[in-house]
């Protein structure tokens, strides 16, 4: 169990460029979501997998972004034309959810974008 | 919006209990009580969670009162690798996203 990996780790891009970052879950589990976290407050969520299916997405996940989980396995999130708004902490998690009362996330520790 | 209030900050002596308050008055039925806590610069880390009944973990307990409005993260001897700021989150049992909200959270500062 290698945890939750996000890569790159730091994102400096210039306003209108687009990025694209990569999150690989904890092996075998079947749900995997997408956080947006900016100074000084709880991470909010964009959106999430269950395999390859993308179940749900936030109001806030407005149409420059996109994200995929094409094998059911990692996932990529795409922010096109960006902004300098969408500087923020970007945080995955994976988890094993077969039923029951316990779907314990496991996070990442975040894909940091500046917008300059 | 976050189901739940919490203090901003709290102070901690090291090697003390650490009691977090979580408010959460208007829990549904089935909504499970979690809470996460994040350490500066990386991703939220489970902690625990719990229905109605108290629980405990190798790293904390919770207990719920009995309305279950209101509950209480106890770290028995909190140690300054425990400074960080503190997630009360309540939920459905299956935690769709966007039922699985962060508020601000709590920022626990233990201090030697």
């Known amino acids: 169990d290698t945890g939750v990996s996000q890569n790159p780790r730091h994102k400096i891009t210039k306003r209108g460029q687009n990025v694209t970052f990569r999150c690989d879950p904890i092996s075998e589990h079947n749900r995997l979501y997408w956080y947006r976290q900016t100074l000084g407050q709880g991470p909010e969520f964009l959106t999430y997998f269950q395999n390859e299916a993308q179940l749900e997405k936030s109001r806030l996940l407005s149409d420059r972004f996109s994200a995929e989980r094409p094998k059911g396995s990692f996932s990529t999130l795409e922010i096109q034309r960006t902004e300098q708004g969408d500087s923020a902490m970007y945080l995955c998690?994976?988890?094993?959810?077969?039923?029951?009362?316990?779907?314990?996330?496991?996070f990442g520790a975040g894909t940091r974008l500046s917008v300059l | 919006d976050a189901k739940t209030t919490q203090p901003t900050s709290m102070d901690c002596a090291e090697g003390r209990a650490a009691n977090l308050p979580c408010n959460h008055s208007?829990?549904?039925?089935?909504?499970?009580v979690y809470w996460y806590r994040q350490i500066h610069s990386q991703g939220p880390q489970y902690i625990i969670h719990g229905l109605k009944n108290n629980e405990t973990n190798e790293m904390a307990s919770l207990i719920i009162t009995e309305d279950r409005k209101s509950s209480t993260l106890i770290l028995p001897h909190a140690t300054l690798r425990d400074t960080a700021v503190y997630y009360c989150?309540?939920?459905?049992?299956?935690?769709?996203?966007?039922?699985?909200?962060f508020g601000p959270g709590t920022r626990l500062s233990v201090l030697p």
């Open positions: 998690a994976s988890s094993s959810w077969t039923g029951g009362s316990k779907n314990i996330q496991y």
């Open positions: 989150i309540v939920c459905p049992p299956d935690n769709y996203g966007q039922n699985f909200v």
């Open positions: 208007t829990i549904s039925g089935n909504e499970y």
